[in-house]
C-alpha cells in the first residue's frame, strides 16, 4: 500500500514541475468552480476539498491547495439564513478547516514565517473584546454571537496557510486569483442573463450571487486584476501576453456586468495604470510596448468604425449606472452614524461598540434577515468595531502588508502594489475588509507573500 501511494506522490510531483501545471491546474479547479456555483454548489465544493486535500496529503505542501481555498467560498450559489446553515455545507467546512488545522499542527509553526501575524492577532482581538458589552443582538439573532470570533477565523487560516506552504508559491497564487476575475465575470453574466427579462436594460440590475452581491464581485475583480498584469509582466512570449490580454477583456466584461459605480471607477482606473506600468517593467519589455502599441490601435480603430455603438454604450452607462452621478447614494448618513457610534461614550472610542454595534432587518440573499449594519468604508468600519484601539491595528496592519511588499521580488512589488493601493482605496467608499469574500482570499495572498518571502531569505525549500 505504502508503495503504491509513494509511487502516486512520484508521479503526481513530476506532474506538479511539468511547464504548464500551474496554468492548468487552478484553470481546471476555476471550471469547477463556475459549475459547481451554477448547478449544484455542495458538490462544487466538495470536488474542491477532496482534491485540495489529495493534493496536500501527494504533494506533502499546502501551496497545492491554494486553488481550492481561494474558489471554496465563490461556490455559494443560494443564502444562508442566520437561523439555520445547511448541514452540508457545515460538514465540508469543518472538515477543509479540520484536515488543514491537523495538518499544520504535524507540520509545527515557525514564528519567523509569520510576518503578518500581530497585525492579525490585533484584528482578532479588536472583533472579540465588545462581545462584553455588545448588548444589540435579540433572543432570536444569537447566530450573530458567531461574527466575534471571525477575525480570530481568519487568523487561523493565515497561520495555518503560512506554515504549510513548504516552496515558493507566488506564481501558482498569481494564477489562481487570475482565474478568480474570470470566475467573477462568469457568474455576473450567468446572474445577468438570468434577469435580463426583468428590466429593459441590464445596466439597471442589482442582484445577489449567493455569496455576496454583484459589487462585491467587482471588489474581487478589481483584487485580482493585478495578478493578470503581474503574470503578463513575467510572460516571455507573445502567446502569453495574448492569453493574459483575453483574461484583462474577460475581466473588464466583468466590470461591466456588475452595474457598479465604485467598481467602473477602480477597475478601469486600476487596468489603465497597470498597463501604463507594464511598459516599463515586463520581462520582454519591447514585445510587450509593441503588443500594447498594436492594441491600442486596434482599440481606437474599434471605436472609430463603431462610433454610434460606442457612444450609446457610455450614455447607457451614465444613464443607469452613474444615473445618481457621482452622488453617495446613502453612504454619508452611514458614515455619519459611523462617526455617531465611534464618539458616543469613552468606551467606544478607545475599544469599539463591536461589529454587531448595529443589528437591523437588511435584504440578503436569503430574504430580510437581522444582520449587522456594515458602513462601506475600512476606517469608519475599523472605528466602530474597534475604536481607537482598532485603527491603530489597522495601521499597523496596513503598515507591515506594504513593508512585507516591498520585500519581494520588484516587479511583484510595484504591480501588486498597485493592486493593493487600488483595493484600499476602494475599502475608503465600500465593504473590504472583515467581509469574509475578501479577508479569506488576503489571508491566502499574505500567507504566500510571506513563506515565499522566509524561503527566498533563507534560501531553503522544506
Same mark, same amino acid.
Given at each position: 500500500?505504502?508503495?503504491?501511494?509513494?509511487?502516486?506522490?512520484?508521479?503526481?510531483?513530476?506532474?506538479?514541475?511539468?511547464?504548464?501545471?500551474?496554468?492548468?491546474?487552478?484553470?481546471?479547479?476555476?471550471?469547477?468552480?463556475?459549475?459547481?456555483?451554477?448547478?449544484?454548489?455542495?458538490?462544487?465544493?466538495?470536488?474542491?476539498?477532496?482534491?485540495?486535500?489529495?493534493?496536500?496529503?501527494?504533494?506533502?505542501?499546502?501551496?497545492?491547495?491554494?486553488?481550492?481555498?481561494?474558489?471554496?467560498?465563490?461556490?455559494?450559489?443560494?443564502?444562508?439564513?442566520?437561523?439555520?446553515?445547511?448541514?452540508?455545507?457545515?460538514?465540508?467546512?469543518?472538515?477543509?478547516?479540520?484536515?488543514?488545522?491537523?495538518?499544520?499542527?504535524?507540520?509545527?509553526?515557525?514564528?519567523?514565517?509569520?510576518?503578518?501575524?500581530?497585525?492579525?492577532?490585533?484584528?482578532?482581538?479588536?472583533?472579540?473584546?465588545?462581545?462584553?458589552?455588545?448588548?444589540?443582538?435579540?433572543?432570536?439573532?444569537?447566530?450573530?454571537?458567531?461574527? @466575534?470570533?471571525?477575525?480570530?477565523?481568519?487568523?487561523?487560516?493565515?497561520?495555518?496557510?503560512?506554515?504549510?506552504?513548504?516552496?515558493?508559491?507566488? *506564481?501558482?497564487?498569481?494564477?489562481?486569483?487570475?482565474?478568480?476575475?474570470?470566475?467573477?465575470?462568469?457568474?455576473?453574466?450567468?446572474?445577468?442573463?438570468?434577469?435580463?427579462?426583468?428590466?429593459?436594460?441590464?445596466?439597471?440590475?442589482?442582484?445577489?450571487?449567493?455569496?455576496?452581491?454583484?459589487?462585491?464581485?467587482?471588489?474581487?475583480?478589481?483584487?485580482?486584476?493585478?495578478?493578470?498584469?503581474?503574470?503578463?509582466?513575467?510572460?516571455?512570449?507573445?502567446?502569453?501576453?495574448?492569453?493574459? *490580454?483575453?483574461?484583462?477583456?474577460?475581466?473588464?466584461?466583468?466590470?461591466?456586468?456588475?452595474?457598479?459605480?465604485?467598481?467602473?471607477?477602480?477597475?478601469?482606473?486600476?487596468?489603465?495604470?497597470?498597463?501604463?506600468?507594464?511598459?516599463?517593467?515586463?520581462?520582454?519589455?519591447?514585445?510587450?510596448?509593441?503588443?500594447?502599441?498594436?492594441?491600442?490601435?486596434?482599440?481606437?480603430?474599434?471605436?472609430?468604425?463603431?462610433?454610434?455603438?460606442?457612444?450609446?454604450?457610455?450614455?447607457?452607462?451614465?444613464?443607469?449606472? @452613474?444615473?445618481?452621478? @457621482?452622488?453617495?447614494?446613502?453612504?454619508?448618513?452611514?458614515?455619519?452614524?459611523?462617526?455617531?457610534?465611534?464618539?458616543?461614550?469613552?468606551?467606544?472610542?478607545?475599544?469599539?461598540?463591536?461589529?454587531?454595534?448595529?443589528?437591523?432587518?437588511?435584504?440578503?440573499?436569503?430574504?430580510?434577515?437581522?444582520?449587522?449594519?456594515?458602513?462601506?468604508?475600512?476606517?469608519?468600519?475599523?472605528?466602530?468595531?474597534?475604536?481607537?484601539?482598532?485603527?491603530?491595528?489597522?495601521?499597523?496592519?496596513?503598515?507591515?502588508?506594504?513593508?512585507?511588499?516591498?520585500?519581494?521580488?520588484?516587479?511583484?512589488?510595484?504591480?501588486?502594489?498597485?493592486?493593493?493601493?487600488?483595493?484600499?482605496?476602494?475599502?475608503?467608499?465600500?465593504?473590504?475588509?472583515?467581509?469574509?469574500?475578501?479577508?479569506?482570499?488576503?489571508?491566502?495572498?499574505?500567507?504566500?507573500?510571506?513563506?515565499?518571502?522566509?524561503?527566498? *531569505?533563507?534560501?531553503?525549500?522544506?
Amino acid at each position: 500500500m505504502n508503495e503504491i501511494v509513494m509511487k502516486i506522490s512520484h508521479k503526481l510531483d513530476y506532474i506538479s514541475k511539468m511547464r504548464h501545471f500551474n496554468q492548468i491546474y487552478p484553470f481546471l479547479l476555476a471550471v469547477v468552480s463556475v459549475i459547481g456555483w451554477r448547478y449544484q454548489m455542495y458538490v462544487g465544493m466538495g470536488v474542491l476539498i477532496v482534491i485540495g486535500i489529495l493534493a496536500t496529503l501527494f504533494l506533502k505542501d499546502v501551496k497545492f491547495a491554494i486553488p481550492s481555498i481561494m474558489y471554496l467560498i465563490f461556490n455559494i450559489s443560494s443564502g444562508f439564513s442566520n437561523s439555520k446553515v445547511p448541514i452540508f455545507f457545515i460538514i465540508e467546512i469543518v472538515v477543509f478547516i479540520l484536515f488543514l488545522i491537523i495538518y499544520s499542527i504535524i507540520n509545527g509553526y515557525k514564528l519567523k514565517k509569520m510576518k503578518s501575524l500581530y497585525g492579525l492577532i490585533g484584528f482578532a482581538v479588536m472583533n472579540f473584546l465588545p462581545i462584553f458589552w455588545c448588548h444589540t443582538i435579540p433572543a432570536d439573532g444569537k447566530m450573530l454571537y458567531c461574527l @466575534f470570533f471571525m477575525n480570530f477565523v481568519y487568523l487561523i487560516i493565515y497561520m495555518v496557510l503560512v506554515n504549510t506552504i513548504k516552496s515558493d508559491s507566488i *506564481n501558482l497564487l498569481a494564477t489562481t486569483i487570475s482565474y478568480l476575475a474570470l470566475i467573477m465575470a462568469l457568474e455576473c453574466a450567468f446572474m445577468v442573463y438570468d434577469l435580463k427579462d426583468t428590466t429593459d436594460n441590464i445596466l439597471n440590475l442589482w442582484y445577489y450571487m449567493g455569496w455576496g452581491l454583484c459589487n462585491e464581485a467587482g471588489i474581487m475583480i478589481c483584487f485580482s486584476i493585478p495578478f493578470i498584469f503581474y503574470l503578463m509582466a513575467k510572460s516571455d512570449s507573445i502567446a502569453g501576453i495574448f492569453i493574459e *490580454n483575453i483574461k484583462v477583456l474577460v475581466a473588464v466584461i466583468g466590470i461591466i456586468l456588475t452595474t457598479s459605480r465604485g467598481t467602473y471607477l477602480i477597475g478601469f482606473t486600476e487596468i489603465a495604470v497597470l498597463y501604463i506600468a507594464l511598459l516599463f517593467v515586463a520581462k520582454r519589455i519591447k514585445v510587450y510596448q509593441n503588443f500594447f502599441l498594436g492594441l491600442s490601435l486596434v482599440g481606437i480603430c474599434i471605436l472609430i468604425i463603431f462610433k454610434n455603438y460606442t457612444i450609446e454604450f457610455i450614455n447607457s452607462v451614465l444613464d443607469n449606472v @452613474f444615473s445618481f452621478g @457621482f452622488n453617495d447614494t446613502g453612504r454619508s448618513g452611514l458614515w455619519s452614524e459611523a462617526i455617531d457610534i465611534f464618539t458616543d461614550n469613552p468606551l467606544n472610542i478607545i475599544i469599539g461598540a463591536g461589529y454587531n454595534a448595529t443589528i437591523m432587518e437588511l435584504q440578503t440573499a436569503a430574504g430580510i434577515q437581522l444582520g449587522p449594519q456594515v458602513y462601506h468604508s475600512t476606517i469608519l468600519q475599523t472605528a466602530v468595531m474597534g475604536g481607537i484601539f482598532g485603527l491603530l491595528i489597522l495601521i499597523y496592519h496596513l503598515a507591515c502588508k506594504y513593508i512585507n511588499l516591498c520585500k519581494c521580488e520588484k516587479v511583484f512589488f510595484l504591480i501588486i502594489g498597485i493592486g493593493f493601493i487600488f483595493v484600499d482605496i476602494y475599502g475608503l467608499i465600500d465593504n473590504t475588509y472583515y467581509m469574509y469574500y475578501f479577508m479569506i482570499p488576503l489571508m491566502v495572498v499574505l500567507a504566500s507573500i510571506d513563506s515565499s518571502l522566509y524561503y527566498k *531569505n533563507n534560501d531553503i525549500k522544506e
